[in-house]
């Protein structure tokens, strides 16, 4: 017994004295957090008066999970089954925290060791859940599908000039009333499918999936039905952050990836794209995340062959978690070179994003997105002279889940192109409502 309690007191010290946190603590306010910890430590003093007391391990290990110390909790539920083995509610616990940390293996041990016991009813159809979610979890490839229906009012059904004259030269054209923008609505139709494979590396890379099919069919203007076809797969690497870490990175992850694009308008094909771009991403000390991309897109536009070209940018982004609300913001700069059979459609684009996300009451999720571009034409334009457009993207979005399988998605769109050239001159603002579908058997 004196060594089993040596054992004890050793172990409960070596998993205690460690202030890991291995996920986001449970709590999120910033005071209720500080209080926890405040109990944690003060348990802690506890237990070196009273190191075999069981129900002030327990205490200690839940204050654990809630301040986000799974492996910590773990060390201590360990050390009680070394002083009584048969604890099957420590039994259950190990398994879900296990679980949560991805150690299936373990998880799975420990879960149905909890059967050995003869549990409840209630005890045992959580068991049965959990071990079921380790069956699917363990599973090479994981699949997402989702199914959109919506509709969509715009005041651009016809894609229409905001202007009242065209300048060509010294002349100047009035612009035809049915050349200006006009209201419509539409159906929008989209499915998409996502499928993450493990590769069961000892870094934990994967490969990813990624299928989608969208629509917007006119009330009206049946000539502007749109139609895409995405389909991209990305590899990634994660990288040992002794040798691979650039710009002090934590957890750095570098991902290759090709994405194929097919539009069509009214049932015709207008553009095909092929991007391969190389991203690197990770976290910095203060919980902000970076990404750093390159990438070389190919373009095939079908109207013109003047038009096909390539593009070469470069984009750097940053996102950061704001403490205590749950909101998320970041931005993102890009720089563009695009090079086309024809000079007058060579162009240096530059532009930056800002978004913001924040949970609301209710389960509602609210986030919104500003984005600027200015594309700079390398030569004038024939008959127009000098090109120059300055776009500009204003996005508002509220999800509300339902239940495990639906959401609701409403959004709200402000664009706008401004040109030295009339009839590039754009603007418009669309209103949508979707219904999202995503449990598929």
């Known amino acids: 017994m004196k060594y089993r309690t040596f054992l004890l007191i050793v172990g409960t010290f070596l998993c205690l004295e460690l202030p890991a946190q291995n996920v986001q603590p449970t709590l999120t306010d910033p005071v209720e957090l500080a209080a926890a910890q405040q109990q944690k430590e003060e348990v802690f003093k506890q237990l070196f008066q009273d190191p075999t007391n069981l129900s002030l391990l ?117 612009v035809d009333p049915e050349s200006k923008r006009e209201g419509d609505q539409s159906t929008l139709y989209n499915y998409s499918l996502s499928v993450d494979q493990d590769l069961n590396h000892p870094r934990g890379d994967n490969i990813q999936y990624f299928f989608s099919y969208g629509a917007d069919r006119f009330n009206t203007y049946s000539q502007f039905d749109i139609q895409s076809n995405v389909f991209s797969t990305r590899r990634n690497f994660h990288l040992d952050e002794n040798y691979f870490s650039f710009f002090n990175l934590e957890d750095p992850v570098f991902s290759p990836n090709i994405n194929l694009l097919r539009v069509v308008l009214n049932r015709e094909e207008i553009l095909r794209s092929g991007r391969i771009s190389l991203d690197y991403s990770g976290q910095l000390d203060d919980g902000s995340s970076m990404l750093f991309s390159y990438y070389r897109d190919e373009k095939i536009f079908k109207s013109g062959r003047q038009k096909n070209g390539r593009i070469n940018g470069i984009s750097f982004g940053q996102s950061y978690v704001w403490s205590g609300s749950q909101a998320l913001y970041g931005y993102k700069i890009i720089l563009e070179n695009y090079r086309a059979n024809a000079g007058y459609e060579f162009y240096e684009n530059y532009g930056i994003e800002f978004s913001y996300s924040q949970p609301l009451k209710a389960n509602w999720q609210f986030s919104s997105k500003y984005s600027y571009q200015h594309k700079s034409h390398d030569e004038d334009y024939p008959l127009f002279g000098d090109r120059h457009d300055q776009m500009e993207t204003l996005r508002f979005n509220l999800l509300k889940p339902i239940g495990a399988c639906w959401s609701l998605n409403f959004g709200w769109v402000l664009t706008g192109t401004h040109s030295t050239i009339n009839i590039y001159k754009r603007s418009g603002s669309n209103l949508s409502a979707q219904a999202n579908y995503q449990c598929f058997k």
């Open 58 to 174: 327990f205490k200690y290990a839940n204050l654990s999970i809630l301040v986000g110390d799974l492996e910590g909790a773990i060390g201590v539920f360990e050390q009680m089954l070394i002083y009584d083995s048969e604890l099957p509610r420590i039994r259950l616990e190990l398994g879900v925290l296990y679980f949560r940390l991805g150690a299936y293996a373990l998880a799975n041990n420990y879960l149905k060791s909890v059967k050995e016991f003869n549990p409840p009813p209630e005890v045992e159809a959580r068991v049965d859940q959990f071990l079921e979610a380790i069956v699917s979890a363990e599973e090479p490839f994981q699949w997402q599908q989702n199914l959109s229906l919506g509709w969509k009012h715009t005041t651009n059904g016809n894609s229409g000039i905001n202007a009242d004259f065209i300048e060509i030269g010294d002349f100047l054209l009035d």
